[in-house]
């Protein structure tokens, strides 16, 4: 059989996988003939890569060889096998793995960011950018003012490989109107490596639709799926008069004029709020 490690192939390359026919020497058998398929490693395996594809999953045998061509789609520190095996009764339904294919990165295309409770999955669809369910797992779970979120930035290749040559300062915000009281908005941050890992606070109550953060580069932007903002734990009462308007997140907490004069034996609306730190 192969003595070789096979050569490093990157993500989105087509690479060749050749199937023959042998002895038990692994002399090539040329009077062979039959249908070969190709598959990859079972779901759940270290080597197998979910987003994989042949671009043709079944050829013939002639003189005892055959040929497939291959994309892999999962880059980032990744092993990944190819399995062979027969369709046709004379050839035994025989099986055989490749040896472990290095599977490298493509070029940088894109950013990555995730929120809260959000991870990685390189290679997974789709391939675009921007808020996707590409290349991710788990959700941006709801938030309140008293958390603070993990934020987590990635330059990535076109399949979401994490592309750990590229370095750079990325530009951080929110669409919190008030949390710069809180972080820098937009704040800088230094990616070596790749990745890097940062946090973030909200000051502004937005259960729905939620808030979004965007990270920019030169020639790159992308943005993050919505995070739902709740309150804080109570702290304290907020009390207001007529003409005045709650400003949650606001430095005062309130909005409006100076209260008017009151006349005696006339109601005035007061309201008082039960609110969080930050109103």
């Known amino acids: 059989g192969p003595s070789y490690q096979p050569s490093p192939v990157r993500a989105g ?13 692994y002399n090539v058998d040329t009077t062979t003939s039959g249908w070969e398929q ?11 890569d979910p987003y994989a594809s042949a671009v043709s999953t079944a050829m013939y045998l002639t003189n005892g060889t055959t040929s497939f061509q291959v994309i892999f789609r999962t880059g980032e520190n990744k092993l990944t096998r190819v399995v062979a095996f027969s369709t046709t009764n004379a050839l035994n339904n025989y099986a ?9 990165p ?5 950013l990555q960011v995730l929120i809260a409770d959000e991870y990685p999955v390189p290679g997974k669809p789709p391939y675009d950018y921007g808020e996707t369910a590409g290349g991710k797992g788990g959700s941006s779970t709801p938030r309140s003012t008293d958390q603070t979120s993990t934020v987590t930035v990635r330059f990535v290749d076109q399949f ?47 259960e729905s639709p939620g808030w979004k953060m965007w990270a920019e580069y ?11 903002v709740t309150p804080g734990r109570f702290v304290k009462l907020q009390v207001l008069l007529p003409g005045e308007a709650a400003d949650p997140g606001g430095l005062t907490g309130k909005t409006g004029a100076a209260p008017s004069h009151w006349t005696a034996g006339i109601a005035s609306t007061v309201t008082v709020n039960a609110v969080d730190e930050f109103f």
């Open 13 to 25: 390359e087509v690479s060749t996988i050749t199937v023959h026919a042998t002895d038990s020497s």
């Open 38 to 48: 190709v598959s990859f490693t079972d779901a759940g395996s270290p080597y197998d």
């Open 96 to 104: 055989r793995e490749t040896q472990d294919i290095p599977v490298l």
């Open 106 to 110: 493509g070029d940088v295309q894109k």
């Open 160 to 206: 979401w490989n994490l592309a750990d040559s590229m370095s750079g300062q990325i530009s951080l915000r929110s669409s919190d109107p008030q949390d710069d009281a809180m972080n820098p908005d937009p704040k800088t941050i230094d990616v070596v490596g790749g990745s890097t890992v940062t946090y973030w606070r909200f000051k502004q109550v937005n």
């Open 218 to 228: 030169p020639g790159m932007e992308t943005s993050t799926s919505s995070v739902s």
